[in-house]
């Protein structure tokens, strides 16, 4: 093994497990300090807040090809 390939090698963990059947876009939120991504195929959104440990979950009408913060004003 090379030397770069070594250094490329890092741990890997679950940090939410659920269950996903195609887990895409995954999104951090900066303010929040929460990640978001999508499960495609199921549809499901999901909103990681790794200083709680906790997982929140939402079902869509509709399946997701993808997931975008949008501002509001008000």
Known sequence: ???????AMVDVACS???RDLLGE???WHQIEQA???IDALKPAIHRLD???GRVESWT???KL???RRVRTTG
Do not use: C, D, I, K
Request: glycine share 4%.
């Open 60 to 62: 869509p009408p509709e």
């Open 25 to 27: 876009v995954p999104r």
């Open 35 to 37: 990640l978001y991504w």
């Open 1 to 7: 093994m090379s030397v770069e390939a070594r250094h």
């Open 50 to 52: 790794p200083a709680a």
């Open 16 to 18: 939410a497990n659920t």
């Open 65 to 67: 090809g993808s997931l």
